[in-house]
């Protein structure tokens, strides 16, 4: 296999086979596009003493497994506060979008009471590798749900549904031949909060997450981030996940899914 999720051809991006949904050979995961628009916003605000904030990754249509390209503009630049929109394009059709608040850092003085607590669980040392969601029926393809490692600390309520966590990790790089930046790596990873608290309600009927949100206290540090994720969905087919985020340091954000109920043919 590939040893890294997209290759680079001058300015697009060719997704590899580590890229893809479980779904479908021609289609990406969400995980790769959320990770391209990040990357996308990260470039933007380099040199600027902005720190990414906020992102939230609008994943209205599938991605297909072509060259894709993005684009990151600002919306409007302060002193202190920044919004940038980021694009991804394939075929010169809009397939998914960003949107980044970037924050410009104050020096202050943080009462304890106020700081954030380590996770609740233990690192990824000694945990045991395991799928990324054993509880969903999925093809047997290969793709960037079977890139990931996974050590999972909580597991949820049988059936889907409740509080589920894990430490994630990709071992691989994301774009050919450039270092594995945190900011994209957490982006990337995040789309996996609704793979491990899924919600299954029937044997044909499952939960897509139509965007992610992540609100970041400070940059992730490099290597393992923890997911910890609550779910839950009304009757009528909506729902939502929220969790917390970790790396080895810490506590780095909060994230939050909305969620859609998604029928699927039997077979």
Known sequence: MTPAVFLRDGETFIPTERALSPWSPSLLHGGPAAGLLA???????????????????????????????????????????????????????????ATAVLLRPTPVDVPPSARFAPPPFPGPDGLPAAPMAPRIRMPGREGFHTTLEVRRVLVGEPGGGGRAAAWVRLPCAFVEGEPLSPLVHLAAVSDFANGLAHISAGPETGFINVDITLVLHRLPAPGWVAIDATSGAEPHGIGAISGQLYDAQGRVGALLQTLLANPRPAG
């Open 39 to 97: 990357r996308a916003v990260e470039a933007w605000g380099e040199g600027t003493g902005l720190v990414p904030a906020r992102f939230t990754f609008d994943l209205f249509r599938p991605v297909p497994r072509l060259p894709l390209r993005t684009e990151a503009a600002p919306v409007r630049v302060g002193r202190r506060i920044a919004v940038v929109e980021a694009r991804l394009l394939a075929a010169d059709e809009l397939v998914s979008r």
